[in-house]
């Protein structure tokens, strides 16, 4: 093959994948990747930086080892194609919510099917992607893909069955982080500070919490009990998060976006 690599579709998270490898050398070169897409301008910006681009899907199936599909399901549907078409060895989905066995059927495809999921933090690097191989890998190729994403982030294999319950956690968990994040600096702007503050204040709370939790060996509740002094003010509104039933709203939120995503893959 020509390529070692080659993406259809170079979105934004395409793009991020993409990014964070050509930033990366020890993992491979620019010209060892080629991309098709429909957006001139991101062809030209990749060409310039010595990357081959095309808007021919076929110089992708049958020129690159491995073929990522970053492309919108409806799109990817639309596909047709001969068996003989695909002269890939892996194909690696980060499509939302389409099964290995719905790609394999699209695209009459027989060769080993990945199915990833990164989320929005995988733009700086800092992301989790959760990541399913259908069948088993030579090492090499599996520890070529992993490396691909541990550039990205975090790598977390599971089974196929628990895509949904992923979706719910990472995949729209940054979402929810960002609605707390924007709840709290307005909160912070109701009790006097002024919005720069407040959200300095915020972002800097939630990431040194975050990381005092990772490098913590106390269990979160007893951490919140650490922070929460029996008669202080702290337990104030811990004591009104409990009384609303907080925990209760943001599992019913995870269980609808879990069910969700467990629907547009079945259709």
Do not use: W
């Not at 081959?52 to 899907?57: L, P, R, S, Y």
């Not at 599909?69 to 989905?93: D, V």
């Not at 600096?185 to 915020?202: H, M, Q, R, T, Y």
């Not at 019913?252 to 976006?257: D, E, I, R, T, Y």
């Amino acid at each position: 093959m020509k390529y070692k690599l080659g993406f259809i579709g170079a979105g934004n998270m395409g793009s991020a994948i993409i990014n964070n490898i050509l930033q990366h050398k020890s993992c491979i070169n620019n010209d060892d990747i080629i991309i098709c897409d429909i957006n001139s301008e991101k062809l030209s910006y990749y060409s310039s930086i010595g990357v081959d681009t095309t808007t021919n899907i076929y110089d992708v199936f049958n020129k690159a080892r491995i073929t990522f599909l970053a492309i919108k399901p409806q799109t990817f549907f639309q596909l047709k194609l001969n068996k003989n078409s695909i002269l890939s060895q892996y194909i690696i989905s980060i499509m939302a919510g389409v099964s290995v066995s719905k790609i394999k059927k699209t695209i009459s495809f027989d060769g080993p099917v990945i199915r990833a999921m990164p989320n929005l933090p995988c733009l700086e690097g800092n992301g989790t992607i959760g990541i399913y191989y259908s069948q088993k890998i030579e090492s090499n190729e599996f520890n070529f893909i992993n490396n691909i994403f541990n550039i990205c982030g975090e790598v977390v294999e599971i089974q196929e069955k628990q895509f949904d319950a992923l979706t719910s956690i990472s995949g729209s968990g940054p979402a929810y982080v960002f609605y707390f994040l924007k709840s709290l600096i307005d909160a912070g702007v109701k009790v006097g500070l002024s919005p720069e503050i407040s959200k300095k204040l915020v972002f800097n709370t939630v990431l040194g919490s975050t990381l005092f939790a990772i490098n913590s060996k106390d269990s979160l509740d007893t951490l919140i009990e650490k922070v929460s002094s029996k008669g202080g003010t702290t337990v104030e509104a811990i004591n009104l998060f409990n009384t609303a039933k907080l925990n209760e709203i943001i599992d019913k939120g995870v269980s609808a976006c879990a069910a969700k995503s467990k629907l547009l893959s079945e259709d």
